[in-house]
Structure formats: C-alpha cells, structure tokens
C-alpha cells in the first residue's frame, strides 16, 4: 500500500504528508496488549446525558457528532478518531491507498474480535455492514465519499473502491461517520432488532428491555470485547435531559457524571467544582437551500443571497446570545482546520445589502419561510435572533419549528417545503463540508456548481497537503461567493464533567468525545 504512517497520524483537519494513513503499532495489533488499565470496577456505571433521542440507534441511520455516543457504546468504528485528533487503529489495524489516483482503498482488520452475536468480524461481515449501511437511507451517507463498491478481498483485508479521488477516506471511518461503525451478520439478517437491541464489537451492549425510548438508554458490558482492559465500567446509561438547568442540576447532584453544558449555566458549574471543557464545534448557518428559486423566486439571485449574508454584525450577535463561548463567524470553516482563510469572509454593510436586493428587484424585500428546530437551539434563541436580523434589510421571516426531533427535521427540510434553513454546519476540512453543504437538508433541491466541482476536484487529486489546503481555500471562497449556506457565529461545545473521571479529551479537530476507545487510554474512568 501507499503512504503508511505511524498509528499516530494526524486527522485530515491537521497538515500533513500526502496519503498520510495510520498504521497499527504492533501493540495494537493483539487483543491482549492492552497499554494498561485493570478493567471495569465491579458494579461501576458511567451515566451520561444527551439533549433529545438518537435519530435511530441503528448505526446505518444514526446521527453523528455528540449523538454518535448512542452507536459508540455498542459499536467499535474500522478507525478511531480520539479526542486530540488522531486516526487510531480499532477494528482495523493498517489502512491505505493501493493507488496513486486516491481511489482504492484497503484495510486490514484485526484478529479475534467477535460480535455480541458470536460471529467472528472478518472481511465478508465487514463488507456486508458497510454495504447496508450505503443502501440503508440514513443522513450520513453523504459524508463518506463516492463510493463505488466494497469488498472482501481476502479473510481479514477490505477494499473499497471510489469513483472519484477521496483522500480523507480515512477519516470517513470514523465513529461520527457511520460506515465504518460494524454492524454484526445476525441483526443484517433482521436490521428492524436495531432499534431495540445492538450487534456490534462495542464495550458495551444495548439492552432495551431496561432502557425507555426517550427518557434513558441503558448498555451493558460486552463480555465479548477483544479489548477487556479498556472496559472500566459495568454498564452506561444516557439520560435526555434537555433543558440547560435541569442538565446542571444533574451534574451537581451526581445523576450524571458527563453532560453536554451550556454558556447559560458554565459559570455556575465552574463554582460547583465541576470540570468544564470547551472546545469549537458548531458554526451556526442560515442555509439557503432554494438555490434555483423553486419555491422563494428571490433566493435564484445570487446578490440577494449575498445581500442576507451582509446583513449580520456577526460579533455582536455571538456576544449577545452566548458570550465568551460563542465568536463571529464569517466562513464555512473555523479557525484552526483544514482549508480555513483568514483573509476572506463575509462583512456586515446592511447599506451595501439593501442596494443588492434593490439590483435584483426587491427594494423593499420579500417574505421567506424558514424551517428550524429546538433541540439544538433550545427556545429558538438563535432563531429568533437570525430572523430578526433579516428585517433590518427588509425580509419577513416566518420560523417553522420542529420541536419532535432531529429525525423529523430533517425529513421535513428535505421535503421542499421551505426555501431556508437554521442549522449548523460542522467539520474540520473542506471535503467534510462539502459533503454536508452539497447534500441532505442543506442542500434538498439539488444545487451544483460546476466551479466548485473543479475546485475540490483538483484538491481530490493533490500531491501535497499544501496544494490540497490552497484549494480547499479556494473552495471556501467560490462558497463565499455562492452564498448557499451563510454562517453567522460559532458556539462553543461545553460539557460538564464530575470529579474523578479520566480520560476526556477533545480539540477543535475532534470536539465530541466519546467515553469508549479501543485501548484503555482512551477509554473514560473513574480515578
């Protein structure tokens, strides 16, 4: 194969070599080589809390972020991404291009891991879960690539074939990714027992017999795990706990012991001698998805979508509605990844805007329905400010919101019904971006541009992370430009965690940690 590093090569969001792809340490390579840790303490439990249900906890429909906590328990990914950013072995244990053209990509799997269903993970069970999950339907099918096949090509070794270069394959098998979460031959033979039970290699196993759909999701040791030291709890539970106060309370009191926070509530959590981390995620977006005018004729202009990306005094509203944990953001990438250009973004001129509207025939502007939700934006804050903004130009924005879910916000922003959607974005490069903006709810018409095209063609194809950061940067322009998505400020992640557990770790190249991890450094503990 092309390209092998060291196990700890970085995620594509750092620069790096080109074909830069981990390879498995040979302590990693055994079940047993543990790199330390004595396993579970006897009847431990992690509890954890999460805003609203999983989309589903079939891994091939899931979602990701924060929300892939509700697939890692019980299923281990072909790669981990860990908290500071580096692709590690997991159910794989060497990984690369056979190719110089970035289009076919193989990777090895480890011996001896076992489903919870008692099957043995080999190339054929792996090829099998990753082809459900490109036939299944679910949200995350954009993010990995234009696959064309997949295949068991020997007992322990998988290859996938691309029809386009894909250079970040790699990370598209991550735990946040869906593909590479392994989903056993027993549940493929019956997918609906995914919703009540797992199949996986995880730590853990989902026990729905214990568990209430909404309210909490109960997963109990895999005596199975190729991995006995990195198990240091008995079982886990996610609890949905939605409301900023009553998330803290729970975490003062011990009902749960990691939790997503708020800029609400973090000063009082710092006073409790809770622990708090943060670090950039979202990059909150008004999306303009009606790109060709189907439904607000207005939105086909170019200078009237780009007129409403002047309208925002981006710092001033990231102060206003989340202080220091919260920063204007004037492009599709954040600081500090792959692709982001200090030297471009969008300003706020609200004279510069009217004059646009008014050169493409709405001087005095025009009514725009816009879909949002209030699981991530909790009592519509960021909604509201973002509608209100737009009157300053002289557009009326109605907000539809979905209150049920994330499941069934997306299906409502892919049915064409509204012309604009609040969302945030989330990536760290540009081809994590552009499968999100080009594809699903950001983009349900069916965009392209040509121009775009080229662009993330020729990084596809680059000989060097220079020459693919250059175009990555140029693709963030030609976005710019466009005008499809327009961000406005990014929040902070914030999570409260209780004295005494180890092991969390995030960074803006991976700001969702996940308690479980293939060796028992990377796997959460109690001191």
């Known amino acids: 194969m092309y390209g092998f590093t060291s196990a700890s090569g970085r995620h594509p969001g750092a620069t790096r070599p080109r074909l830069a792809v981990a390879a498995a340490a040979c302590a990693l390579a055994l079940a047993g080589c543990s790199g330390g840790g004595t396993g579970s303490q006897s009847g431990s439990q992690l509890s954890l809390q ?80 990753m082809n459900y999950f490109l036939g299944a339907g679910g949200g995350l099918v954009g993010k990995v690539g234009p696959v064309a096949k997949v295949e068991a090509v020997a007992p322990a070794k998988v290859r996938i074939t691309y029809k386009k270069p894909t250079p970040e394959a790699a990370s598209t098998l991550t735990q946040y990714n869906g593909m590479g979460n392994l989903i056993g031959p027993k549940a493929l033979a019956d997918p609906q027992s995914l919703l009540t039970s797992s199949d996986g290699t995880g730590q853990f196993v989902y026990d729905g017999t214990t568990s209430v759909a909404g309210n909490r999701y109960v997963y109990k040791k895999n005596p199975h795990y190729f991995q006995p030291a990195a198990q240091h709890f008995d079982s886990t539970i996610v609890r949905v706990i939605n409301n900023p106060n009553a998330v803290l309370s729970a975490t003062q009191t011990g009902q749960v012991q990691f939790a997503a926070g708020s800029s609400t509530t973090a000063a009082a959590a710092k006073r409790s001698g809770l622990t708090v981390d943060t670090a950039p995620f979202f990059n909150w977006s008004l999306n303009l998805v009606d790109r060709q005018g189907a439904i607000a004729p207005a939105l086909a202009d170019t200078r009237v979508r780009q007129a409403i990306a002047l309208a925002f005094d981006r710092p001033a509203i990231a102060k206003a509605l989340a202080g220091a944990y919260a920063s204007g953001s004037n492009q599709v990438l954040l600081p500090g990844t792959d692709g982001y250009d200090k030297g471009i973004g969008y300003g706020h001129d609200v004279a510069k805007a009217k004059a646009l509207l008014a050169q493409a025939g709405y001087p005095n502007g025009f009514k725009l329905k816009v879909l949002t939700e209030s699981v991530l934006d909790v009592n519509n804050t960021y909604s509201q400010a973002i509608a209100s903004t737009l009157k300053d130009i002289g557009i009326d924005a109605t907000l539809q919101v979905q209150t049920t879910g994330i499941a069934q916000f997306t299906a409502d922003a892919l049915s064409k019904k509204y012309a604009a959607v609040i969302f945030p974005t989330a990536g760290t490069t540009m081809s994590d971006l552009d499968s999100q903006i080009t594809t699903g709810l950001f983009n349900p018409f069916g965009s392209s541009d040509a121009r775009l095209d080229s662009i993330l063609q020729q990084a596809a194809t680059a000989t060097d992370a220079r020459t693919r950061t250059a175009q990555y940067q140029k693709a963030s322009k030609r976005l710019q430009d466009l005008a499809w998505t327009v961000p406005i400020f990014a929040t902070q992640n914030v999570y409260y965690t209780a004295a005494g557990l180890q092991n969390v770790q995030l960074s803006v190249l991976n700001p969702n940690p996940m308690p479980v991890g293939p060796t028992a450094d990377l796997s959460w503990r109690l001191k």
């Open 50 to 129: 999460f805003p609203g249900p999983p989309v589903s906890l079939d891994p091939a429909k899931a979602g990701n972020g924060e929300s892939a906590v509700f697939v890692s328990l019980a299923y281990d990914p072909l790669i981990y991404l860990d908290g500071k950013g580096e692709l590690v072995p997991d159910l794989a244990v060497k990984w690369g291009f056979t190719d110089h053209a970035n289009k076919v990509f193989e990777l090895t799997l480890r011996p001896g891991v076992k489903f919870s269903d008692g099957s043995v993970l080999d190339a054929k069970a792996a090829a099998a879960s």
